[in-house]
């Protein structure tokens, strides 16, 4: 089907005549955009989830994972905690990266304790042809969590929509749940390679429309989990990750209500393709811990008044077990692996967001991510004012 | 303690003046070497190994995984099943990676169907404290097995023998197990550097004797399995792995019986690291499947005439899945992407050793891999012969 056939669902339509607060704190936009800031900028992956005891009580309110994310008001409340506890950057809408799925029949659960799981897989040519993008409608619990955190946020920070990759949901809907040699998904590939690049060719389809309608819904950026492409061999990646990413940024809106909505797209394991990544059409890569972030601003961050992509990341989360002093140290080494950001508010440079190289541990102390977020400004406030 | 001050095991000195069958294919070896070949070599990542009926059988009889590999008849019978199926051009030993740590006495076992399992934990001081480099002769049995399958192999193809690096190791150890996580041993990385230090000197010291002692009992090439490498962030790598598999590599015997013995380093997931890993004082890079083969030859493959590594890899075992005919495809589009080897029989040159990216899955179909290996065989020596 032509995207341009889709239709938005009211909910976007009644969220574009909607007012917002002012954004009082656009530090995480200006940096997406290679703007200079006073601060390094920073938000954490998973920032809301199980580590924070306050979460675990909604959580238990809700009765379910899904319980949790198809609620607005439950949505809106975990989604503010981590801002409650800490100075940091930006909100994510709080949900899950296979909604998408879920929305196309698949029926998403967790049991507690466990990954993600599908009543329904996709493995063979018939489930293949019943696909189709999700009436967007299916998926209005998310929107209107979007419009609601938007308004929660009272323009404190701003608010990042997501989804996963299209390659990323195809792992979930053919192995139906997590997996730790990605055997079915990889059949499918190298067997039935006509298979899968339709569940690919749909996924992008509707993974655009869902952001689409994120971003009228009031979201003011938008990220694209790719956990899985990492996992690909090399050319396999390009084929069956890479080129359907990139066939949802090419259908993503590029501003909404006149503001421009910077893309962030991470492929965990993606290293390796850095330079093919920066081909992009987004604004921000984000890395995770086994990046080089000097190298990758070398290879992809681009020069001051020059193009370039921001960069996202990249500590790895099992810092946050060591004691405070030795967390600001580690962060210390990854502001200074960056190097001094760019100063000049007159044009773009190399920018740096601040963030975890992947999603923060369910066991991580609380006061010890309050060590991280202290250094992160502090130190990246001092490095802009020391001597090149 | 100073390496030189261990004394080798008896059964070692035995080996040393044992005479073995004249070796028949030295395909393998001279590929380590860098020197020209007529095919390209290859073996496979445990190819002796479950997806294999006769394999499973054995193992039946053996009781357990530990009962097969710590019987001399067993591990020798399975070592050479795959080579009574396939013309493949070396034997590996058949043991396991974390023979080292169990003979430190932590209690290795595997329940059916499980991954290793460590009885005793290395998680604090005390028992940081209390490791010690083993005694060589609780390993005799590993020892033994690789005389015992030089001798069966008869000089037919080489044997490679084998250990997991220090980091791979300290994972198991201080986890306990797999991990999706290693929270654990991370946690000790960042909170208690001075014990994982003490905790990677040790293995290192420990993993160069075994290995030593392996050449000394017969194996003709060595081969470092840090398989989890990967997981460690820029830096930490460096650190904390390839400072102590180069501790292992400087310990190595270099040639024994008058025969110069390469040595094959595999870190899974280093593929950003490559250009460190070619300062490793060894000759043989290992690849997994994220790597770009003509990338890695041209940053570390070297010149006709030049130094540099021979590479081995690194094809997706999960392409073993689809049939005979895609399989050879994927095949020749891995020897296409190394490009044509050196034939040049007067000098050393850019080699490649085909090999899987990962060790085979028990689910292979075995008649899948027979494709495979005539695919290289056939193909590799084609590629020799086309104008360049």
Not at 21 to 26: F, Q
Not at 192 to 200: E, S, T, W
Not at 314 to 320: A, G, Q, R, S
Request: proline share 5%; hydrophobic share 45%.
């Amino acid at each position: 089907m032509d995207i341009r056939d889709l239709r938005l669902p009211s909910a976007s339509t009644l969220a574009t005549t909607m007012t917002f607060a002012a954004l009082l704190n656009d530090t995480f936009l200006k940096a997406c955009w290679r703007q200079a800031t006073d601060h390094t900028p920073l938000w954490l992956m998973r920032q809301a989830g199980r580590y924070l005891p306050e979460y675990c009580a909604t959580r238990a309110r809700a009765g379910s994972f899904m319980g949790l994310a198809t609620n607005v008001d439950f949505a809106t409340e975990v989604t503010l905690q981590p801002l409650a506890r800490y100075p940091l950057d930006a909100a994510i809408l709080f949900s899950d990266i296979l909604t998408v799925p879920d929305a196309m029949g698949l029926g998403l659960s967790f049991a507690q304790g466990e990954g993600p799981h599908f009543a329904h897989v996709v493995r063979d040519e018939a489930a293949v042809k019943a696909l189709a993008v999700p009436d967007m409608d299916k998926l209005r619990y998310v929107f209107d969590a979007v419009t609601a955190i938007r308004h929660a946020l009272n323009g404190r920070v701003p608010l990042i929509g997501f989804s996963g990759s299209p390659w990323t949901l195809a792992c979930y809907m053919v192995e139906g749940g997590g997996s730790d040699d990605y055997r079915l998904v990889k059949q499918m590939l190298y067997s039935r390679p006509d298979l899968m690049h339709r569940v690919l060719t749909i996924n992008a389809d509707a993974v655009a429309a869902y952001l689409n309608a994120q971003i009228e819904a009031g979201a003011q950026a938008v990220m694209v989990f790719d956990s899985w492409g990492g996992v690909l061999a090399d050319g396999a990646f390009q084929t069956f990750s890479l080129a359907y990413t990139q066939r949802v940024l090419q259908q993503l809106k590029r501003a909404h209500a006149g503001v421009d909505i910077p893309r962030i797209v991470f492929t965990k394991g993606g290293g390796l393709w850095l330079q093919q990544m920066a081909q992009l059409d987004c604004e921000v890569l984000g890395l995770d811990w086994t990046v080089n972030l000097g190298e990758a601003r070398r290879l992809v961050g681009g020069q001051v008044g020059g193009p370039g992509k921001a960069l996202q990341g990249n500590i790895d989360p099992m810092v946050l077990f060591a004691q405070p002093a030795q967390i600001a140290e580690q962060v210390r080494g990854v502001l200074e692996s960056f190097g001094k950001p760019h100063t000049d508010p007159t044009t773009t440079g190399p920018t740096h967001i601040f963030n975890l190289g992947h999603g923060i541990s369910q066991h991580t102390p609380p006061e010890h991510v309050a060590a991280l977020v202290e250094t992160v400004h502090q130190y990246s406030r001092a490095q802009r004012h020391a001597p090149v």
